[in-house]
């Protein structure tokens, strides 16, 4: 491979070995060992790279430096809820359903129509749970409690109440 010599090759060293991001690290890494003369399928080898990207990374090299290395900006569909409205978001799915919501448990269908009611975008369901992954959430749900639940009673009827709801220790057979 024919590489331009923008770097030495204890420059091009000390780059890939200081670098952070490990994908920039991988292509500059490629380009030190172009740089001391590896062929191009010891690289695959080494680097895991493909022939082809191999080409890509030296031509780039070749033609810029260095500098032409790291990932040019992916463009991509915008977020249908604004960045800005996002904080709005959070603090709204964190206070929890309202009493107009009529619902105890903020889920995802619940949450697709909040979105649609409060903040005027429309998402699929898939694109809810994308949305909430993205800003951090888990799938946990806690479970419902009504409004009018006594913790105390509840507490008092478990204590007094007959202890057949106990698991039992003998297994039932199956049949195969």
């Avoid at 490990?22 to 003369?37: E, N, Q, S, T």
């Avoid at 429309?122 to 009504?146: A, N």
Wanted: proline content about 7%; some cysteine; overall charge positive.
């Amino acid at each position: 491979m024919n590489v331009k010599a923008h770097h030495t090759t204890n420059e091009l060293l000390k780059l890939y070995k200081s670098q952070s991001n490990p994908r920039l690290a991988r292509r500059m890494h490629g380009i030190y060992l172009a740089v001391k003369g590896y062929s191009c399928p010891k690289i695959m080898e080494i680097t895991g790279a493909k022939r082809r990207t191999i080409q890509q990374w030296v031509h780039r090299y070749n033609k810029n430096g260095i500098d032409s290395l790291p990932d040019k900006p992916r463009s991509g569909q915008p977020t249908k809820l604004p960045r800005e409205q996002e904080p709005a978001f959070c603090k709204r799915i964190e206070a929890g359903p309202t009493k107009t919501d009529t619902i105890s448990v903020l889920n995802g269908p619940a949450i697709q129509r909040l979105l649609e009611r409060e903040f005027g975008t429309v998402y699929s369901l898939r694109g809810v749970y994308d949305l909430l992954y993205r800003l951090g959430y888990s799938c946990l749900c806690p479970r419902p409690r009504h409004e009018k639940t006594d913790p105390q009673a509840q507490q008092e009827f478990k204590k007094t109440s007959s202890r057949r709801w106990i698991k039992s220790n003998q297994s039932i057979r199956t049949k195969k």
